[in-house]
């Protein structure tokens, strides 16, 4: 049916029944490329270990406000366990870690190259407002790491926890100076980590949490952390928790009573 025969039907505006042109092509200004998904270049640590926190800064993003401002010559400075993550990619559960390593009094390593920016709001959101009672250490690659674990002094170990591990994690002996180890979510630690952990003169072995594999493929990383963090405080009599009261310090920032981990 021609317009000529739709006015007779008094239908009031004809041109309703035109076929629609592509959005695009309606609307050429509105033609875009999508941006490719970029990761955060860590070409230097954003807060150290020795409880500063003066937030330095990458042009790129920082670390949750106010990281480790309360720690000052703390529990979690004194190095009795580390952990560290290497190339992690869920910032949610990067965030659970930190709180949890706020909680048990010890430090934290990101191994990069990261799956998110270091400003990530989840990554913030999962971690609440103890941010300040963790300190946090940024490193760009495995190989800086390694530079920086090998500058360290006193008695020092890395520990692979991996599915492959030859010891069950509460079979495993635990030192003052250990540095417990985590890979990527997705493809668990890389090869050179293990070797590593595997040789001498700082690698410790590696060690598995036992579960039933026969409907999980693996643990979340958070809890993993969780449970290796915990038993080897246990073995160590909870010494990185004696934390001093005035070591810590109340915040700027209202307490989030929310305990969301989206």
């Known amino acids: 049916m021609d317009i000529t025969g739709l006015k007779s039907l008094n239908i009031p505006n004809p041109s309703l029944f035109r076929p629609k042109l592509p959005i695009v092509r309606r609307f050429p200004f509105l033609h875009f ?24 800064r990458n042009k790129e993003g920082t670390l949750p406000r106010g990281v480790g401002e309360a720690v000052n010559g703390g529990a979690s400075s004194s190095k009795v ?3 560290v993550l290497v190339s992690p990619q869920i910032p949610g559960n990067t965030g659970c870690i930190a709180r949890s390593c706020a909680a048990s009094g010890v ?8 799956g998110f920016q270091v400003d990530d709001a989840k990554l913030k959101r999962a971690g609440l407002d103890y941010w300040p009672y963790v300190v946090v250490k940024v490193h760009d690659s495995w190989a800086s790491f390694r530079d920086y674990f090998r500058q360290q002094e006193g008695e020092k170990r890395l520990l692979a926890f991996t599915k492959r591990g030859t010891q069950v994690h509460s079979e495993f002996s635990y030192r003052k100076g250990d540095y417990l180890l985590f890979g990527s979510e997705t493809s668990g630690l890389p090869p050179e980590s293990l070797l590593d952990c595997k040789t001498e003169p700082f ?3 590696t060690i598995r949490i036992p579960m039933v594999e026969t409907y999980v ?6 809890v993993s952390v969780g449970i290796a963090l915990y038993e080897a405080s246990r073995q160590l009599n909870y010494e990185n928790l004696q934390i001093p009261s005035e070591s810590c310090m109340d915040t700027e920032e209202p307490f989030i009573t929310e305990d969301i981990f989206a």
């Open 107 to 114: 430090g934290l390593h990101l191994v990069g190259p990261l």
């Open 33 to 56: 490329k999508p941006k490719p998904t970029t990761f955060l270049s860590l070409s230097s640590p954003f807060c150290s270990l020795n409880g500063n926190a003066a937030a330095e």
């Open 81 to 83: 366990l580390q952990v």
């Open 203 to 205: 690698g410790g072995g």
């Open 217 to 222: 493929r693996c643990l979340n990383l958070s």
